[in-house]
């Protein structure tokens, strides 16, 4: 059983579509393990995306990120990590599969409506800048 965290991002919100995206986690096996609705602030945003600090999009995709509530979700399953990665799509719509959650919502290649964490490493990291142990029920 693997972990991953999942972020369905501010224009996910926007579109009124945090439904259906669960509802496509759970369809393709993967269960809800933790999940809240918040509001990053900009320097969250920055912390969450550290990684990607020298990249000349870094000041717009954390004003992206922290104009609008968020909701981080624990998906929990069998390769959760690679089967969450072919459910969101590529990172840029245009190059996305059909039935993906960005070839359906995305607006562009920074507003592609949902985060994936890549790696079990990252994984990690990743959802416990967002849970404590207490709020992951499995
Ligand atoms: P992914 O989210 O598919 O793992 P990356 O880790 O490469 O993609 O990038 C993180 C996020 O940064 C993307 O989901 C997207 O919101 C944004 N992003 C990536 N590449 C670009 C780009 N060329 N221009 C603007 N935003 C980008
Ligand atoms: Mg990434």
Do not use: C, Q, W
Request: aromatic share 8%; hydrophobic share 40%; glycine share 8%.
């Amino acid at each position: 059983m693997e972990r991953t965290l999942s972020i369905i991002k501010p224009d996910g919100v926007e579109k009124n579509v945090v439904g259906e995206i669960i509802s496509r986690f759970e369809k393709n096996g993967l269960n809800i393990a933790a999940m809240k609705k918040i509001k990053l602030s900009k320097s969250d945003a920055e912390g969450f995306y550290a990684v990607h600090k020298e990249r000349p999009f870094f000041g717009s995709l954390t004003d992206f990120m922290s104009r609008g509530p968020v909701v981080v979700i624990v998906l929990e399953g069998e390769g959760a990590i690679s089967k969450n990665r072919e459910i969101m799509g590529a990172t840029n719509p245009e190059e996305a599969a059909e039935g993906t959650i960005r070839k359906d919502f995305a607006t562009n290649i920074e507003e592609n409506t949902v985060h994936g964490s890549d790696a079990p490493e990252t994984a990690e990291v990743e959802i416990n800048y967002f849970f404590n142990a207490f709020e992951i029920t499995g």
